[in-house]
Nanobody, 121 residues
């Protein structure tokens, strides 16, 4: 009964920017690490960035210096600010969160529905 709902995907030109959002809702006890993954057709799903519950971040080498992950714990929301976008960034982006759900506080990974990001001229 936990859901992650993504928004913010779309079509942008190379060099453009986009901000993705992902909000967790439901019977949430706590939210741990959150992150963004992406998957292009024919490729494996790869980690783009993640952020701990206290704000520590990790980035894939391919996006360092261009993408910024952040979170708003009060809103159970994670963001991905994507700048200087390249065609290689084209993929479906999925958010992920470690969530303890009520009433049993079972710890599970939850996935968003995915949002398409296309970088093209």
């Amino acid at each position: 009964q936990v859901q992650l709902v993504e928004s913010g995907g779309g079509l942008v030109q190379p060099g453009g920017s986009l901000r993705l959002s992902c909000a967790a809702s439901g019977r949430i006890f706590s939210v741990g690490a959150m992150g963004w993954f992406r998957q292009a057709p024919g490729n494996q799903r790869e980690l783009v960035a993640d952020i701990s519950s206290v704000g520590g971040t990790n980035y894939a080498d391919s996006v360092k210096g261009r993408f910024t992950i952040s979170r708003d714990n009060a809103k159970n929301t994670v963001y991905l600010q994507m700048n200087s976008l390249k065609p290689e960034d084209t993929a479906v982006y999925y958010c992920n969160a470690q969530v303890q759900a009520m009433p049993y506080r079972a710890l599970s990974n939850y996935w968003g529905q995915g949002t398409q990001v296309t970088v093209s001229s």
